[in-house]
């Protein structure tokens, strides 16, 4: 009886060990103390082919059997969480690059991510798998605004591939946090690659450029981003030199992956697989390009073709599973690294909840982003900062004073509690001071217009006119655009230009035009009619109290235009063109309106160089120069110093190069010292004769000034 209960005993714990070797084994990919590797392989054995497909789209099928719920991958987070209910709307993507403030811009940033993890946390806590509420964003958009008439340029970083770079590497590092193997929330930099308009063509364009605009321009943002840690990158819907983005093995496998080491995953624009066999033809069905989209690099599919065709690719020995499971890994190592298969309670973000999203903090920051961002362009006889007391009656006009579009811009959240100009305007002033509005005029309407008799009561006017992100924006949401989302000039709205003439016409006292837009416009058109003139962009729910700070003088202005406002498209090449000759301050040789760079003070700021660079240098040195910047007017300021590299005479050489840049505040009557460094390294150009970098012997030129078109302190130097 002994024996036998022994015997039965041992019999037991060996199946109680087989029993539960058998459960962790099943459930190593929950498994926290292991490596995101290990987890990822052990669930991948664990998923057949038809599941893995279904993994592959952006509305990724729920796998029961194995506990996964479903999830959508898209979520926009351009300027503040969007499409998803109440969020803090930061300035437009446009203006947060006028702040020239990486340090400003990563906590908008950060801010963002914050607010998307408590709407996923709200969310899910209601058993909810929402698009737009979840953790993996496709932002920033960091293609080039190479030609103002794009509609979609409002969403980049402006012109310049080196501020774009440093704009976007802070937006990411605020997206994603600091740990990289438990991201905050998973960025992914867009549209890879030459993707800068038309946008009515967009599905069919192929854009014909070279290996040196290419790389110089078009690539040069998303390799500074790959190298700081972006989990994603979104392909293009366009062709480049024949071959659409989707399916392009060389940009995608050859140097995204391999040359420059990226190991995130990459997703496709949506529907630009259909676009490959249905507006490019360039192959002939869906397997097949499902089968290439693969090979060429493609994880993540925003349609349905890699969830409808992958199971027939190999079925037809287009594709092999391995293939398919290196793909299906990298989704599923962003997936980890967000927590998706962790224990919830135990995520640092675990706790962001409703007191997350949109608090006093935030709308705090939005303010001061929408202040950085606005560019003085004309102050006659100093009209500004207006001293409140000398204005008793204040007129607000003009179609954009009172429109929330012109307040949030393209890609945008909600706010219940947007200040357009008019509210900030009538918040900013004493209660014993008259302020009225008027629309004015619309967006068409030559002839008839309103305000105008009540203007000239006033002290003063303040006449708010522009564009919104139904005049300019992506192909079908701005659907009053003159060209597919685009535009077709520089030119306002004839109706604004009309309003201005008249309205000076009667009006004798002072006018300040204050224009809403994503890009450059004609400001000549309306100049001579405003005694100041703001850029104020798309500027966020705080726009109105922004403007505000500025115009009574609680604030200096102190945002710089990151695009050139040209006197005309006429003046550049055709749209379609992109070669980047005659195109943006680096390569544009005609006069403009305002430069790269540009934006006025209500102070002045002398430079004096304390250590300029040496006479020499090789390819691991690092330029250094040291400047005292001096506040010589009358009130407390930020100025953004900027340092430009002039190259060499050498063919398709740029005339200049921002190559470094910092803000700093500088009260009335002090100084700050500042140093600014530039690697060698980073002025290089791309040899077409040998595919690679080289740095180009002879004289070279470092300009100090306030703008791409000021030089306050130069210096020459020599590389070897």
């Known amino acids: ?218 690539m040069y943002a998303f390799h500074k981003l790959v190298n700081s840690g972006v989990e994603s990158i979104m392909t293009a819907y366009n062709r480049v030199n024949g071959t659409p983005n989707s399916v392009n093995k060389h940009l995608i496998q050859d140097v995204l992956r391999k040359e420059w080491g990226f190991k995130g995953h990459v997703v496709t624009d949506c529907g630009a697989l259909d676009d490959v066999f249905l507006t490019h033809k360039t192959i002939p069905n869906a397997t097949e390009t499902a089968a290439a989209a693969i ?31 290196v793909a299906l890994s990298r989704l599923l190592k962003t997936q980890f690294k967000l927590g998706f298969f962790d224990d919830a309670t135990k995520s640092p973000f675990y706790n962001f909840r409703a007191d997350s999203i949109h608090n006093k903090q935030h709308v705090e920051l939005a303010r001061k982003a929408a202040i950085q961002s606005m ?115 520089l030119s306002l709205p004839a109706s604004e230009i009309a309003y201005m003439k008249a309205l000076r016409k009667s009006v004798k006292k002072p006018i300040i035009a204050v224009i809403t837009a994503g890009s450059a416009v004609d400001v000549s058109a309306i100049a001579d009619y405003a005694d100041a003139i703001i850029f104020a962009w798309y500027p966020g729910e705080q726009g109105g109290n922004a403007l505000a700070d500025i115009v009574f003088g609680k604030v200096n202005p102190s945002g710089r235009l990151p695009v050139t406002f040209y006197n005309s498209v006429s003046d550049l090449p055709p749209y379609e063109n992109y070669n980047m000759k005659n195109r943006t301050y680096r390569y544009f040789q005609g006069q403009v309106q305002y430069p790269f760079g540009f934006g006025l003070s209500y102070t002045t700021f002398n430079y004096e160089s304390k250590a300029m660079p040496k006479s020499r240098y090789n390819t691991s040195d690092t330029i250094t120069v040291t400047l005292a910047v001096k506040n010589v007017g009358n009130v407390d300021g930020e100025e953004v110093v900027q340092a430009y590299v002039k190259y060499p005479s050498v063919d398709r050489m740029p005339l200049k190069e921002l190559k470094s840049f910092q803000r700093i505040n500088v009260v009335q009557g002090e100084f700050e010292n500042i140093t600014m460094k530039i690697p060698v390294s980073e002025l290089k150009k791309w040899d077409l004769s040998t595919h690679k970098w080289k740095l180009y012997p002879g004289t070279y030129q470092l300009v100090l000034g306030s703008s791409s078109a000021d030089e306050k302190l130069t210096a020459s130097f020599q590389i070897n």
């Open 295 to 325: 090979k060429a690099g493609i994880d993540l599919d925003c349609s349905t073709v890699l969830q409808r065709d992958v199971v027939k690719a190999v079925q037809q020995k287009l594709l092999t599973e391995k293939e398919v499971d």
């Open 375 to 489: 560019v003085l362009l004309k102050n006659t006889n100093n009209l500004l900062p207006l001293k409140e007391a000398n204005y008793s009656a204040i007129m607000v006009v003009g179609p954009n004073a009172a429109s929330l579009d012109a307040m949030l811009g393209s890609y945008h959240g909600l706010s219940s509690k947007v200040v357009n100009i008019v509210e900030g305007i009538t918040g900013a002033v004493d209660p014993a001071t008259r302020v009225e509005y008027d629309l004015g005029c619309d967006y068409s309407d030559t002839t008839h217009f309103g305000g105008i008799w009540a203007a000239g009561n006033a002290d003063i006017t303040i006449a708010v006119l522009g564009l919104s992100p139904v005049l300019e924006g992506e192909a079908g949401d701005a659907f009053l655009a003159e060209n597919g989302g685009d535009k077709k000039n």
């Open 1 to 218: 009886m002994n024996h036998f209960f022994h015997k039965k005993t041992s019999l037991l714990l060996v199946l109680s060990f087989l029993l539960s070797s058998t459960a962790m084994a099943q459930q190593t990919y929950r498994n926290e103390s292991l490596s995101i590797d290990i987890r990822v392989k052990d669930l991948l054995s664990k998923l057949t082919l038809t599941e893995k497909a279904s993994l592959l789209g952006y509305r990724s099928e729920a796998v029961p059997r194995l506990n996964i719920p479903a999830y959508n991958w898209w979520n926009e987070g351009l300027h503040g969480v969007a499409r998803a209910g109440e969020a803090t709307v930061f300035p437009q993507a446009i203006a947060l690059a006028a702040t020239f403030n990486q340090e400003l811009v990563q906590s908008v940033s950060n801010v963002i991510s914050t607010e998307a993890r408590a709407k996923y946390n709200l969310s899910t806590a209601k058993g909810r798998h929402l698009q737009y509420m979840g953790l993996t964003y496709w932002t920033p958009n960091i293609n080039i605004f190479r030609d103002p008439r794009w509609g979609r340029g409002q969403e980049t970083y402006g012109e310049d591939p080196f501020l774009t770079s440093q704009i976007g590497t802070s937006f990411v590092k605020g997206l994603q946090g600091s740990d990289p193997s438990h991201l905050k929330i998973a960025s992914a930099a867009k549209h890879f690659v030459a993707h800068s308009g038309p946008e009515a063509t967009r599905d069919y364009f192929d854009a014909i450029v070279d290996e040196k605009d290419l790389r110089e321009t078009y």
